[in-house]
């Protein structure tokens, strides 16, 4: 159970949320889902909920075990398996590790007495694995890991040979084993998860959405999945980034939404009322006006009539957009950008092999592959922000390459917004960066914002702005519309299918596909290249 008492959440000198008294609360069976446009603060809530942050003023009580996934978690040591950081949750990978040492000990043992003792040490070990679930809490593991698209021959490598979806997928497996006794019993586990959907398949969701269905204990979510917001959540905290406060709605996603727009509704037909007996008000005071023994009498009717319009509930502000546009890109050649024999292995394992591609001007590519078939380290090797094992890249005439990373490598979250901005931009005049980043939605103190405090939306909103900045006619995309609110979402395909230069995407987001109208298809690990066609929106659901 978590309350939180009289909190306030800032963001540098921005307000994000004052919450006075104890109205946000979880408790077992709470299903609340978080949900505000991007920047309102969902995700540094989020945070300051799980113990991870400390709010600006207020208290937080917490009880019970707790699972936070955070937007973009810290796996800890990279080079422990996969399986053993899932097992991890539950402290049983170290008993294993224990386990296997004492298996050598006795393999090894000189005599009767060191034999002995690593008999009983073994015992006892296996003892304490058996009381903690033991074997069938690995199988139970290996079973949420699989059903998140996690298939075993995964589970035996280190973290640091995944992909960034396959660590995330990782960590959720690692929370959600947590907080599963595997016997089917209740969990008084509160789950606080910010986007978990972000790197699953189609059948990870339906899976993910019936384990959520089915949790007993507490639950917070941020998600912009709306058919899993409407089959899992129960009641609704919407932060409105205007007022900087918590709305709460003890109902479902759907009765919210319909009660928000009834409630907009009744705001805008009392508004109107108002608005109208106000005017006539101040008609006729002004004709009262005109003669000084009713200068008073008019006086007060103005005061009424601004009265009438101060009472009413404060109308909701529509939330402001980015505008984000893709400037023309630089002049190159016909082909800026070439690839021959890429190749990435970790260790003995091949993650792709002789990949060729080349980037024409003006051309659409789409990266395909189940997880974990190399896209991401695809696109970080074309960025330059990683080295192949084997292959060339050859740039050609005038390239100038912008790589938007799914995991926001290209922030320095140890330095401000426009710190951030002026690395990406280091030629540019000052009042066009200040433009810029108005455009994008960040003004005044939120410039000296350390970036590391900002949200997934509004780190995707300053990494597209160092896009634009740069007038890069190749565009490399590892998964831009994560993270974003639906109004932000359509903004950033609009300026996808306006841009003039060359895109290079990787998604699991059908819709940005369609936006791009892509022309060519590379389907790893193979590197087999395909012209598009309609039925490669189905592959990118399931990858």
């Known amino acids: 159970m978590i309350t939180a008492t009289d909190l306030e959440v800032r963001a540098g000198v921005r307000t994000l949320l004052t919450a006075p008294g104890s109205a946000l609360r979880v408790q077992a069976g709470d299903r609340i889902g978080l949900v505000g446009r991007n920047g309102a603060g969902k995700t540094t809530t989020l945070r300051i909920l799980a113990g991870e942050g400390e709010p600006y003023a207020g208290t937080i009580t ?33 008993i294993m590790n224990s386990m296997e040492k004492a298996q050598i000990a006795m393999a090894e043992a000189v005599d009767d007495d060191d034999l002995t003792k690593a008999i009983n040490r073994f015992g006892q070990l296996e ?27 995964v589970l035996d490598q280190e973290l640091n040979t995944l992909s960034g979806g396959q660590r995330r997928r990782v960590e959720l497996a690692r929370i959600l084993f947590a907080s599963s006794d595997g016997s089917g019993g209740k969990s008084g586990t509160t789950l606080l998860l910010d986007e978990p959907t972000n790197h699953l398949d189609a059948d990870s969701i339906v899976w993910l959405r019936a384990f959520l269905m089915g949790h007993d204990g507490g639950l917070i979510i941020i998600s912009h999945d709306v058919d899993l917001l409407n089959d899992v959540v129960n009641r609704v905290w919407f932060l409105d980034a205007v007022r900087g406060e918590a709305d709460i709605y003890n109902m479902t996603w759907k009765k919210y939404l319909d009660a928000r727009a009834t409630d907009e509704q009744r705001r805008r037909r009392e508004r109107a009322n108002a608005e109208k007996k106000a005017g006539a008000l101040r008609i006729q005071a002004a004709k009262m006006g005109a003669k000084a023994t009713k200068a008073v009498a008019s006086q007060n009717m103005l005061k009424r009539a601004d009265r009438m319009i101060e009472n009413l509930d404060a109308e909701r502000v529509s939330d402001k957009v980015a505008r984000i546009k893709f400037p023309s890109p630089a002049p190159c050649g016909k082909t800026p950008l070439m690839a021959k024999g890429l190749t990435k292995v970790y260790g003995s394992l091949e993650i792709f092999t002789g990949v060729d591609l080349a980037i024409d001007k003006g051309s659409r590519v789409v990266i395909l592959g189940l997880n974990g078939a190399g896209k991401t380290t695809l696109l970080r090797i074309l960025a330059g922000a990683q080295q192949s094992d084997g292959g060339t890249i050859e740039p050609g005439r005038g390239l100038k390459i912008g790589y938007f990373a799914q995991e926001h490598d290209t922030i320095d979250d140890s330095t401000s917004v426009w710190e951030n901005i002026r690395h990406a931009a280091p030629d540019a005049g000052e009042q066009d960066l200040r433009g810029l980043l108005g455009a994008f939605m960040f003004t005044g103190p939120q410039l000296e914002q350390p970036a590391g405090t900002l949200s997934g939306g509004e780190k995707t909103r300053l990494a597209l702005a160092g896009l634009v900045s740069s007038a890069a006619n190749v565009l490399l995309l590892d998964e831009p519309t994560n993270n974003l609110d639906p109004v932000s979402r359509e903004q950033v395909l609009e300026a996808l299918r306006s ?9 699991h987001d059908a819709g940005a596909a369609e936006a791009l109208n892509p022309e060519r298809v590379i389907l790893l690990p193979d590197g087999t290249e395909d012209h598009w066609s309609e039925e490669y929106l189905e592959l990118i659901q399931l990858a």
């Not at 978690?73 to 080079?79: A, M, N, T, V």
């Not at 694995?129 to 059903?147: D, V």
């Not at 841009?499 to 998604?507: F, H, I, M, Q």
């Open 62 to 94: 917490r009880s019970g075990e707790m699972g936070y996934l955070p937007q973009d978690p810290r796996e800890g040591h990279l080079d422990m398996s996969a399986k053993n950081r899932v097992l991890s949750a539950r402290g049983l990978d170290e």
């Open 127 to 153: 003892d304490r694995f058996s009381s903690l679930g033991g074997y069938q809490a690995e199988a139970e593991a290996a079973r949420i890991c699989n059903n998140l698209g996690l298939p075993d021959r």
């Open 499 to 507: 841009y003039e230069g060359a895109v290079v995407l990787v998604t």
